[in-house]
């Protein structure tokens, strides 16, 4: 039986002259397919050496650099399951993620060292390396010397190859298990749907801490061995500089609205571009549109999820509609009502999806996971999804309470109870509401206790900035003397997101 390690896949497709550009960029060094190769071995003894065995959960909350990308092949290479982390994410959220995945490594930015190794002590983790932005930090430095081959450990197709946490409905965070064959499937199946060559060059702006900018974009570029022009963040004036080099190139839809809005975005700077992806959130017509007249470029819109990677996708070749995700991928497909039954062709449901790419479970939440699975093992995604008489899916909106803020999501039942315990106040509800640049905005209605009569809404904003991830803070808080309730006694968030959208 090969070995299906994720690593061992992209080793085959690596170029045969090692020599070859992996990464380049503006702002980074260049390195090349052997540079990958060696650094990746490297970190794989020294995680080995650090006492991690195959299976150990590898927590990551670093910088973008292209240190942080070999540290991730490292994991895989010795059979470990990487678990990326939001560099928004402030200390009591690492502190949850630390104590459920119960890593056996850390790696952490420099200037987190002191609080994260506190947590990671209590914890029990062996080892807490530091890598910085720049790539430099304890993690480089006690690899430095050791042996550039490692034997890519045997993983089987359903061993764990990495960790993702999403914010659950009910408020905690739930572990999505990867495993090798559920990416590589993927993989594979994006790679020759989107067309990938050996001269394709992607441009990536992304952040790598999640499905998107780490496993879609990677992974492709991977499998064709085409080079990455890899940007420390998406920078509007950076993306344009580096566009006429590249041929692909992946964003959230709030990546598309900022393009647009600079005079430099031009048709001449896109004159070497193939494709231009969109997806995490939804992609307006409007923007869509624009996009087409400004560079002639159609953008293709696809639709996924971190459960299950990319689920469908608009055509490579054939029509790419606005509004709309194209057509299911390699997975089976169903929409269906809350009771599982499928709905007529044309309705709204619930889009229910089976195959290679839906991963393994939450992380010690068998209950969880049970409950978002049917009896014959289609995955309930919680998208309100229709099917169209042109046989393309568009999904018209959620059934799970979530907000999508510029990609990222944020679930408001989160938000409401970290809310809830300031003093002060009785009951808060978060609803989203539109908002230009990043699609959907978070916004906040606060029922005061009345204990502190002059708590204003900046005392929120700033009492949830101190404990929470940036983009979770919301746009703005309301105070009010009640909220709106239907004869249950549940919370009216649609009225809610209607006043939230004219205030
Ligand atoms: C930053 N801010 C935000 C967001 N990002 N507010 C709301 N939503 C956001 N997404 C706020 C900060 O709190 C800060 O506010 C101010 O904006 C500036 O912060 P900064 O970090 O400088 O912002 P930025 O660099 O301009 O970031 C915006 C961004 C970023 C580039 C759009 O959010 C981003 O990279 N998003 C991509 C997310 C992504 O990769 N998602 C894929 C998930 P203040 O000044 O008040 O402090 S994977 C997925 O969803 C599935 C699988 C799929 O289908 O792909
Ligand atoms: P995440 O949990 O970060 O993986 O986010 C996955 C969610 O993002 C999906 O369940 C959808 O609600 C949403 N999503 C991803 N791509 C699209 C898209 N193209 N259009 C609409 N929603 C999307």
Redesign the pocket.
């Given at each position: 039986m090969p070995n299906k390690n994720l690593y061992s896949l992209f080793d085959s497709r690596f170029p045969a002259n090692r020599a070859d550009i992996a990464f380049e960029g503006p702002e980074i060094a260049s390195y090349s397919f052997q540079d990958i190769s060696d650094g990746s071995a490297r970190l794989a003894h020294l995680l080995s050496n650090s006492g991690a065995v195959p299976g150990d959960r590898v927590a990551v909350q670093v910088g973008k650099s292209v240190e942080a990308v070999i540290l991730y092949l490292a994991c895989l290479r010795a059979g470990l399951v990487y678990l990326p982390l939001n560099t928004?994410y402030k200390s009591a959220e690492i502190e949850y993620f630390i104590t459920d995945a119960e890593p056996a490594i850390v790696v952490c930015d420099p200037a987190s060292h002191t609080e994260i190794s506190a947590l990671a002590e209590k914890a029990g983790v062996k080892a807490v390396f530091t890598l910085d932005n720049d790539g430099m930090g304890s993690l480089m430095d006690s690899a430095a010397a050791l042996p550039t081959d490692f034997t890519t450990v045997e993983r089987a197709s359903d061993d764990l190859a990495a960790i993702l946490y999403t914010s659950g409905t009910t408020g905690r965070s739930k572990g999505a298990m990867l495993t090798h064959d559920n990416l590589a499937s993927n993989a594979k199946t994006l790679n020759s749907y989107w067309q990938f060559q050996a001269g394709d060059v992607l441009l990536h702006a992304?952040?790598i801490f999640?499905?998107?900018?780490l496993f879609?974009a990677l992974h492709c570029a991977f499998l064709s061995a085409a080079k990455v022009v890899f940007l420390k963040?998406?920078d509007p004036a950076t993306v344009i500089a580096s566009l006429p080099e590249a041929t692909v190139f992946m964003g959230?839809p709030?990546?598309y609205v900022r393009l647009l809005t600079e005079a430099g975005f031009t048709k001449d700077v896109c004159r070497n571009m193939r494709l231009f992806t969109a997806?995490?959130?939804p992609l307006l017509a409007e923007t869509f549109k624009a996009f087409e007249e400004r560079t002639g470029h159609v953008i293709l819109e696809?639709?996924?999820?971190?459960e299950a990677?990319?689920i469908t996708s608009n055509p490579y070749e054939g029509e790419r509609k606005a509004g709309t995700v194209g057509f299911p991928l390699d997975n089976e497909v169903r929409i269906a009502d809350d009771a599982g039954n499928v709905v007529k062709d044309g309705d709204i449901g619930i889009l229910e999806i089976k195959g290679p790419n839906v991963f393994k479970g939450y992380w010690r939440m068998p209950e969880k996971t049970a409950a978002e699975f049917r009896a014959d093992g289609f995955f309930i995604t919680g998208d309100m999804t229709q099917k169209g008489e042109d046989g393309y899916y568009r999904i018209v909106g959620r059934s799970k309470d979530l907000i999508?803020?510029?990609?990222?999501?944020v679930y408001p039942k989160e938000i409401e109870s970290f809310i809830d315990e300031m003093p002060g106040v009785d009951e808060s509800a978060v609803v989203g509401r539109p908002h230009p640049d990043?699609g959907e905005?978070?916004v906040a209605f606060i029922v005061p206790d009345g204990s502190i009569p002059s708590l204003t809404d900046q005392d929120v904003i700033a009492y949830v900035?101190e404990k929470l991830a940036?983009?979770k803070?919301p746009?703005e808080v309301y105070i009010v003397d009640d909220l709106p309730r239907n004869t249950m006694g549940k919370v009216q968030k649609n009225q809610l997101r209607d006043r939230a959208a004219v205030v």
């Open positions: 928004a992304l952040p999640h499905v998107h900018g879609v963040k998406f959230v709030t990546f997806g995490s959130a696809r639709y996924g999820m971190t990677g990319m999508i803020s510029g990609g990222y999501n990043f905005a978070v900035k940036n983009f803070v746009k």
